[in-house]
């Protein structure tokens, strides 16, 4: 069940279902997000991951052959009722410890026994979400519990592996494993895994010009970055209201011509800066690479105090998308 949330982790959501079409479902977080793969002529399994839908929307996702999940008493109680009208695929999530969406152990086993009663929950799949799959006892704990409810039906198709997980533990690899931002080369275990992942997005830009500064004068906003020597300043054609992240630091680095420049002073909406000093052959028109292959979104997710999730899922819309 690849996971395509968030348009496609950034990458874009049709695209990306596109390129997957080898996998045996797609996950969304929206029920839009369905929608548009279904009007785009996907026509793959869809899961509509844990959010609050109507009795109408239950229609919509009966009517779309979208696969909907029980995690609380009302989402419960509501798939019950639409069910008797409109037949459903239905995956019951339990809070196994992350405490953000799922039924506690008790509720579980009760909403298991109803739905499996019910005529019109055409399937019936277990399923939990790992608060931290890279640590052993978290993901043990969270595993124990998991398979304790599961065995009141273990018939069930169970699912409990995201990424992490399935780069971690092989016994969290059941009927349905749910990748998500592995499928776009990044390993969330990074640093405890030597697992090597190709990123398949690479954030792009030009300099779109260049200029010199004695010591001692200011860049950007705020003046966050001030020469000490007479500098030569680029400036680079994305910003934050592409999805480059505002709060990167200084020195954050920047790919140009295969050499490493640093940013220098504060991202703006529609441009940043970087110090072009030491390298007088880099000219106006000349590529830049935010991420990708050669510099890791992690790189520049840890030099922006955020997450390489929050980077890829952030591009915005404006953003041309290239396919190759």
């Known amino acids: 069940m690849a996971v395509v949330k968030a348009n496609g982790y950034g990458h874009g959501l049709v695209a990306t279902a596109k390129a997957l079409d080898a996998a045996d479902g797609l996950a969304v977080a929206r029920l839009q997000e369905a929608l548009t793969l279904r009007e785009s002529g996907i026509d793959q399994r869809l899961l509509l991951l844990a959010t609050l839908l109507g009795t109408s929307d239950l229609e919509t996702?009966?009517?779309h052959d979208i696969d909907v999940v029980a995690h609380d008493a009302h989402s419960l109680n509501t798939i019950l009722?639409?069910?008797?009208?409109?037949?459903l695929r239905v995956w019951l999530k339990l809070d196994s410890g992350m405490h953000r969406a799922g039924l506690d152990p008790s509720e579980f086993r009760r909403a298991d026994a109803l739905l499996r009663a019910h005529k019109g929950v055409v399937e019936l799949i277990h399923m939990t979400h790992f608060a931290s799959a890279g640590d052993e006892s978290s993901r043990a704990r969270q595993l124990e519990?998991?398979?304790q409810c599961h065995a009141v039906n273990p018939d069930a198709p169970m699912s409990t592996a995201n990424s992490a997980a399935l780069i971690a533990c092989a016994d969290t690899r059941q009927q349905w494993v749910r990748p998500g931002i592995m499928l776009y080369g990044v390993n969330p275990l990074l640093g405890k895994s030597d697992v090597r992942l190709r990123p398949t997005m690479t954030m792009a830009s030009y300099v779109i010009s260049i200029r010199n500064i004695v010591a001692g004068e200011s860049v950007g906003y705020d003046g966050r970055w001030t020469s000490t020597r007479a500098s030569r300043i680029g400036t680079?054609?994305?910003g934050y209201g592409d999805g480059y992240p505002r709060h990167a630091?200084?020195?954050t680095p920047i790919l140009i011509r295969d050499r490493i420049v640093p940013l220098a002073?504060?991202?703006s909406m529609d441009?940043?800066?970087?110090?072009?000093?030491?390298?007088d052959d880099i000219a106006v028109g000349d590529e830049a690479i935010l991420w990708g292959n050669r510099l890791p979104a992690s790189v520049i997710a840890e030099h922006s105090g955020t997450i390489p999730y929050d980077l890829l899922a952030c591009v915005t819309d404006r953003v041309m998308?290239?396919?190759?």
């Open 271 to 279: 441009s940043l800066m970087v110090d072009l000093t030491d390298h």
């Open 249 to 251: 630091r200084n020195g």
């Open 81 to 87: 009722t639409q069910a008797r009208a409109t037949p």
């Open 321 to 324: 998308r290239v396919y190759l």
């Open 236 to 238: 680079i054609g994305i």
């Open 61 to 63: 996702c009966a009517r």
């Open 145 to 147: 519990c998991f398979m």
């Open 265 to 267: 002073g504060t991202v």
